[in-house]
Every structure is written in C-alpha cells, then in structure tokens.
Antibody, heavy 121, light 107 residues
Framework: EVQLVESGGGLVKPGGSLRLSCAASGFTFSSYSVNWVRQAPGKSLEWVSSISSSSRYIYYADSVKGRFTISRDNAKNSLYLQMNSLRAEDTAVYYC??????????????WGQGTLVTVSS | EIVMTQSPATLSVSPGERATLSCRASQSVSSNLAWYQQKPGQAPRLLIYGASTRATDIPARFSGSGSGTEFTLTISSLQSEDFAFYYCHQYNNWPLTFGGGTKVEIK
C-alpha cells in the first residue's frame, strides 16, 4: 500500500524556519517525482514545489522561490521542504503528493494526510 | 500562469440527482487536466486525469470531459459520500495550478 506521511509542522514566528519531511512507503520512491502542495485554511490548493526522481529537475511556485528548498533522499525514501523567512501567508496544511505518471508534469495520484504549519507571532 | 476558474462555487443537489461541475482554463491545457475530491479534514483524492480517464477504484458515476480550455466533471447520480469539495488541476504548464473549487452540498 502506497503511503506518504508528513511531519515537521508546527507554530513558528514570522521570519522563522521549519523543515518538513515526508516518509514514503509501498512503492519505489526513487522512480517517482514528488511534490509539495499546500492549502491555507478555508482556501483552495496551491502547488508549492516539485522534484524529479533523481533531483535533476526542481520547480517552485513564485510565492516561495528563494525562501523554500525542496530536496529528497532516495536511500531514506524521504522528501523534504526547508522553509525559511516564513510569512503569515505561508500558514497552511502542507501535503506531499506523488506524481501519477513517469513523464511530467502530471497529476498526483497519492497524497499524504498533511502537516499544519502556522506562522504567527 | 494559467488561471483555472471553477463554477459554480457551490452546487446544491439532492441525492440521486446529476451534478455538473465546470472548470475553465485561461489558456489551453490540452487534456492535461485532473479532478480531485476532498472531504473536510482529509487529503485530496484523484478522481479523473487526462481530462476523462477515471483513476483507480473511482466509480463509473464520475465522468470527465473537455479539452483545451473548457472541462466538465459530471456525477451521474449523487450518493451521500459524494458531498464534498471538488478541484480541477492543470498540469500542462509550470507553474501547476488548481481551480478555486466547487462545494457540492445536499439540497
């Protein structure tokens, strides 16, 4: 069974940093691109960042470019999101999601349950 | 950036009735369009990809159509478990973008 489990969320002050993790299991992690998608309270979904299977290709939304860094460790079946210079508008549930197809960009067929990040003083 | 516009924002439907949700792209996304269902407190669930292909284990009452800039998700006969939020998602161009969502509620 494919599973994605996020961790690392919490309360952080504006300007602070946080590192999210996503542990993958039930599939060959190193064969898939993976993504971070966030959802602010009561709002729609917003794509944040994508990383290809070998980490060769990385993409960011303009809203986080220069502040967030996506990375992965295929040996540990893990995805990460380093978030720096956090702002109130970064408050959201952060989901990791797997690419459906091997040739991207593509839709997302499996999602984690999400981890809540709250940026507030 | 491709803007995805969903309508209506809220759709009130009685169980057993048909629901039709729309998604419009600000420029062509070919057939690179997915639909997701999300219930409160849960992660999104993939329903449709490639504009019209049902994902694994998705009931046949869900169908998608369209290409280019106009897309439709149809739920042929609403069941109680179908009352939820629905989002479209284009993956034709970076940045990937989602629509604002349609809430399907019980009439």
């Amino acid at each position: 069974e494919v599973q994605l489990v996020e961790s690392g969320g919490g309360l952080v002050k504006p300007g602070g940093s946080l590192r999210l993790s996503c542990a993958a299991s039930g599939f060959t992690f190193s064969s898939y691109s993976v993504n971070w998608v966030r959802q602010a309270p009561g709002k729609s979904l917003e794509w944040v960042s994508s990383i290809s299977s070998s980490s060769r290709y990385i993409y960011y939304a303009d809203s986080v470019k220069g502040r967030f860094t996506i990375s992965r460790d295929n040996a540990k079946n893990s995805l990460y999101l380093q978030m720096n210079s956090l702002r109130a508008e970064d408050t959201a549930v952060y989901y990791c999601a797997r690419d459906h197809l091997s040739v991207g960009p593509t839709d997302f067929d499996y999602w984690g349950q999400g981890t809540l990040v709250t940026v507030s003083s | 950036e491709i803007v995805m516009t969903q309508s209506p924002a809220t759709l009130s439907v009685s169980p057993g009735e048909r629901a039709t949700l729309s998604c419009r792209a600000s420029q062509s996304v070919s057939s690179n369009l997915a639909w997701y269902q999300q219930k409160p407190g849960q992660a999104p669930r993939l329903l449709i990809y490639g504009a019209s292909t049902r994902a694994t284990d998705i009931p046949a009452r869900f169908s998608g159509s369209g290409s280019g800039t106009e897309f439709t998700l149809t739920i042929s006969s609403l069941q109680s478990e179908d009352f939820a939020f629905y989002y479209c998602h284009q993956y034709n161009n970076w940045p990937l973008t989602f629509g604002g969502g349609t809430k399907v509620e019980i009439k």
